[in-house]
């Protein structure tokens, strides 16, 4: 009997170890992300396959398609939120003004609301306000067409 209760706690000592060591590791690949810059997967619409989730300039979620970033910064205000939206080229990350970029936005209640993105000159990005204030998640489709070219980024944000 004593060494079957032995036997007992040494495996359930192991097992434990075991658990401790894989936990471990989950923090330590945890430690890279932060929720700040979680892009949401991109579908680009453009022949080019999508990359790897790109870095914030101005702290929001980028996603890179194709030759394009795309960086989403919602930002709460009195009458809504307002959605910038930086659109850039190239890795020297050159702004494009030249395009036709909206935003379609899904209300927590499952209706969506297509919003058109103007191109602010001084700060080199689109924005709009969004006068949604309802509680919840709001997933956003991001539509930039470049002379044809079609770029999408998808994100999400949080009231």
């Known amino acids: 009997m004593k060494s079957l209760k032995s036997n007992l706690i040494v495996l359930g000592s192991v097992g434990l170890l075991f658990l401790v060591a894989c936990n471990k590791g989950d923090q330590a690949s945890d430690t890279n992300t932060s929720p700040a810059s979680s892009p949401v997967a991109s579908q680009p619409a453009s022949s080019a396959p999508a990359t790897a989730p790109a870095t914030a300039t101005q702290g929001g979620q980028v996603v ?39 935003a379609q936005v899904q209300l927590p209640n499952g209706k969506q609301q297509t919003l058109a993105l103007k191109y602010d000159a001084d700060g080199k990005h689109y924005a709009v306000v969004f006068p949604g204030k309802d509680a919840g998640s709001y997933p956003v489709k991001v539509t930039a067409d470049i002379n044809g070219e079609k770029v999408d980024g998808r994100f999400t944000f949080n009231q």
Do not use: I, M, R
């Open 64 to 102: 890179k398609s194709g030759a394009y970033y795309l960086e989403f910064v919602p930002e709460k205000e009195a009458t809504g939120t307002h959605l910038d939206v930086f659109l850039q080229k190239g890795e020297k990350k050159e702004p494009v003004p030249n395009a036709k970029v909206t």
